[in-house]
């Protein structure tokens, strides 16, 4: 059973950046690979709807949303099976939980909330705190 898990969130100053990564650590058992799954990455505000940040496959390259275009950039490590949430020029209302989450697909990813149910697995998440 394929289980991601997200790391690399903290503390961090208006301005600054953090790198996410999401990566199912038993890969070499489960036989996951990020050549047949794509990967979205989501946050929540407790008490907020969740709210897709960024996605990525394989054949399809990244999506953002508007609000973190130009400043956030997902990237992956296909050897790792891993992939990666830069996050720079951070605001305090970027701070949230941020979950990544797999869906089997070679050239789509979701980002609408309608679609959010296409993601059939997803990690525990990881606090980002974004202040001074």
């Known amino acids: 059973q394929l289980q991601l898990g997200e790391s690399g969130g903290g503390l961090v100053q208006p301005g600054g950046s953090l790198r996410l990564s999401c990566a199912d650590p038993?890969?070499?058992?489960?036989?996951?690979?990020?050549?047949?799954?794509?990967i979205g990455w989501f946050r929540q505000v407790p008490g907020k709807e969740r709210e897709g940040v960024g996605c990525i496959s394989s054949q399809g390259g990244p999506h953002y949303a508007d609000f973190v275009k130009g400043r956030f950039t997902i990237s992956s490590d296909n050897a790792l099976n891993t992939v990666y949430l830069q996050m720079a020029s951070l605001k305090p209302e970027d701070t949230a939980i941020y979950y990544c989450?797999?869906?089997?697909?070679?050239?789509?990813?979701?980002?609408?909330?309608?679609?959010?149910?296409?993601?059939?697995?997803w990690g525990q998440g990881t606090q980002v705190t974004v202040s001074s």
């Open positions: 989450a797999a869906v089997p697909s070679l050239s789509e990813c979701y980002l609408d909330p309608s679609e959010y149910s296409k993601y059939g697995y």
């Open positions: 038993g890969f070499r058992v489960t036989g996951f690979s990020l050549d047949y799954y794509a």
